[in-house]
């Protein structure tokens, strides 16, 4: 009886609250971590299992040629956040500390900050290891922590592939209801002023530890592997194959037998963050604000399963570069629009800042794609970029990707005749005018690294 009087109580306020003086649009920004492309509305695997998350889609615009500025955790938050490529920075690795490349004016939370927004945030936003929550108003405090698998010294998987089945364990037990809760909270609240309200989950990284249901939705007798040729590698040049390193975790995961287990618990472990996203999403159709309210959901980067012999991020083909971006925006975006443009992370900042009628600063590097959400098919003639430490680099069209190491050397792929980048082209000299056009996008300077700090190297 009280909980229903409460609740009562705060529905009756919410009616009565006097409107707010400042109409512009609310964000309710969703960070995914390690979520590559396997997911519902991008068909890159059909074993996935995303029902939220393609729903949010369905909403507002997909992006399918979405890419991260850089295949890992640390850099890639660091820049969209920042507006700044890692070349600018020298922050390239995750145990570089991004702190001291970026001064707390020029990120993207004290903009909308200076701007008048309520600046809320729950979660991973920033690599763990320097997060700087100094930069919103609010951050919750904590978020706790999440079970460990029984046996096995609490430590599941194969090598450095971490997952386990949590049977036993319910959804709430992880730290990732928390922090949706806390989304869930402010999203229920009367707001006087605009909000930018952050929400970074943790999975789908590791460990891939979820309650066993998730683990159920993805029977291990029909688990397929990702597309994979043993000789992939042999017309990668060194750099490459330095980065995928094969015989590494590859080489183990194939030796144990465990590859099929391996990706079932990234499906499990997607699937659980699949519906703590749609708890926010429910939240959000309940709350005050849902019809003034952006959606922007986005993975960090994107992730092997041991396509091109190679496990994790750490690499510049597509499945360590591509994630998935959505949009929803009031007014502006038509349900179901679908962008085939090319975009990278770097845009998110000032788009965010354009649509919200916050000024972008004039540090910010990438531009505004309001257009493409207003439009999915107007014209957009940039690539995304992708940087992998000082002098390695990927440039992606709508057609190809180029890739070029420190040390010279290259990489070419047909993206339309050769979607799982098996044949480099990048010798054959019928394409030397294609690569010109696309090495235009290759940052002038490479700033050199900054001091490393104490971040892990996940």
Request: proline share 8%; glycine share 8%.
């Given at each position: 009886m009280r909980f229903t009087l409460l609740a009562a109580v705060a529905s009756l306020a919410l009616a009565t609250a006097p409107a707010r003086g400042d109409d512009r649009p609310n964000v309710l920004f969703i960070a995914l971590d390690d979520l590559n492309h396997w997911v519902g509305h991008l068909g890159r695997n059909p074993q996935t299992i995303t029902p939220n998350i393609d729903r949010l889609a369905a909403r507002g615009v997909r992006f399918t040629h979405a890419y991260c500025a850089a295949p890992l955790c640390n850099p890639s938050r660091a820049a969209l956040m920042s507006g700044l490529r890692p070349s600018t920075t020298g922050v390239y690795k995750n145990e570089e500390d991004w702190r001291p490349a970026v001064s707390p004016d020029l990120t993207l939370p004290t903009t909308f900050r200076k701007a008048g927004y309520e600046v809320l945030g729950s979660g991973k936003i920033y690599h763990e290891a320097y997060a700087r929550r100094s930069e919103w108003d609010d951050y919750l405090k904590n978020e706790g922590k999440d079970p460990k698998p029984t046996g096995n010294d609490g430590v599941g998987g194969q090598g450095g592939i971490k997952f386990a089945r949590l049977d036993g364990a319910k959804d709430e037990d992880l730290r990732e209801w928390k922090i949706v809760q806390y989304g869930i909270y402010e999203l229920g609240k009367s707001h006087?002023?605009?909000?930018?309200l952050t929400v970074g989950l943790h999975k789908p990284h590791m460990p891939w530890n979820v309650p066993g249901k998730y683990f159920d939705m993805h029977p291990l007798d029909s688990i397929q592997l990702p597309p994979f040729r043993e000789d992939d590698l042999a017309d990668v040049p060194p750099a490459g194959v330095k980065m995928a390193k094969p015989n590494g975790d590859h080489r183990k995961m194939v030796e144990s037998g465990r590859w099929k287990e391996a990706v079932q618990a990234y499906l499990a472990a997607i699937s659980y963050a699949d519906a703590m996203v749609g708890r926010l999403l429910d939240a959000l159709d309940r709350s005050p604000d849902?019809?003034?309210?952006i959606i922007m959901l986005w993975g960090d980067h994107g992730w092997h399963l041991g396509?091109?012999?190679h496990w994790r991020k750490f690499a510049?083909?597509?499945?360590?570069?591509r994630a998935p971006m959505i949009w929803v925006v009031p007014g502006l975006t038509s349900p179901g629009g679908v962008c085939s443009r090319t975009v990278d992370f770097m845009s998110v900042y000032p788009t965010l800042t354009d649509l919200c009628g916050v000024a972008t600063p004039k540090h910010v590097e990438g531009p505004s794609f309001k257009a493409l959400l207003k439009d999915p098919n107007a014209a957009w003639d940039r690539p995304a970029l992708t940087t992998f430490g000082a002098g390695n680099h990927a440039v992606r069209s709508e057609g190809w990707r180029y890739i070029r190491y420190a040390d010279?050397?290259?990489?070419l792929y047909d993206e339309g005749a050769d979607p799982y980048e098996w044949t480099n082209l990048a010798a054959d000299p019928k394409h030397a005018a294609r690569k010109?056009?696309?090495a235009k996008w290759f940052p002038k300077t490479d700033a050199p690294p900054v001091k490393s700090g104490a971040g892990a190297a996940e």
């Amino acid at each position: 009886m009280r909980f229903t009087l409460l609740a009562a109580v705060a529905s009756l306020a919410l009616a009565t609250a006097p409107a707010r003086g400042d109409d512009r649009p609310n964000v309710l920004f969703i960070a995914l971590d390690d979520l590559n492309h396997w997911v519902g509305h991008l068909g890159r695997n059909p074993q996935t299992i995303t029902p939220n998350i393609d729903r949010l889609a369905a909403r507002g615009v997909r992006f399918t040629h979405a890419y991260c500025a850089a295949p890992l955790c640390n850099p890639s938050r660091a820049a969209l956040m920042s507006g700044l490529r890692p070349s600018t920075t020298g922050v390239y690795k995750n145990e570089e500390d991004w702190r001291p490349a970026v001064s707390p004016d020029l990120t993207l939370p004290t903009t909308f900050r200076k701007a008048g927004y309520e600046v809320l945030g729950s979660g991973k936003i920033y690599h763990e290891a320097y997060a700087r929550r100094s930069e919103w108003d609010d951050y919750l405090k904590n978020e706790g922590k999440d079970p460990k698998p029984t046996g096995n010294d609490g430590v599941g998987g194969q090598g450095g592939i971490k997952f386990a089945r949590l049977d036993g364990a319910k959804d709430e037990d992880l730290r990732e209801w928390k922090i949706v809760q806390y989304g869930i909270y402010e999203l229920g609240k009367s707001h006087d002023k605009p909000f930018l309200l952050t929400v970074g989950l943790h999975k789908p990284h590791m460990p891939w530890n979820v309650p066993g249901k998730y683990f159920d939705m993805h029977p291990l007798d029909s688990i397929q592997l990702p597309p994979f040729r043993e000789d992939d590698l042999a017309d990668v040049p060194p750099a490459g194959v330095k980065m995928a390193k094969p015989n590494g975790d590859h080489r183990k995961m194939v030796e144990s037998g465990r590859w099929k287990e391996a990706v079932q618990a990234y499906l499990a472990a997607i699937s659980y963050a699949d519906a703590m996203v749609g708890r926010l999403l429910d939240a959000l159709d309940r709350s005050p604000d849902k019809d003034k309210t952006i959606i922007m959901l986005w993975g960090d980067h994107g992730w092997h399963l041991g396509e091109k012999s190679h496990w994790r991020k750490f690499a510049l083909w597509e499945e360590a570069t591509r994630a998935p971006m959505i949009w929803v925006v009031p007014g502006l975006t038509s349900p179901g629009g679908v962008c085939s443009r090319t975009v990278d992370f770097m845009s998110v900042y000032p788009t965010l800042t354009d649509l919200c009628g916050v000024a972008t600063p004039k540090h910010v590097e990438g531009p505004s794609f309001k257009a493409l959400l207003k439009d999915p098919n107007a014209a957009w003639d940039r690539p995304a970029l992708t940087t992998f430490g000082a002098g390695n680099h990927a440039v992606r069209s709508e057609g190809w990707r180029y890739i070029r190491y420190a040390d010279g050397g290259e990489e070419l792929y047909d993206e339309g005749a050769d979607p799982y980048e098996w044949t480099n082209l990048a010798a054959d000299p019928k394409h030397a005018a294609r690569k010109a056009e696309l090495a235009k996008w290759f940052p002038k300077t490479d700033a050199p690294p900054v001091k490393s700090g104490a971040g892990a190297a996940e």
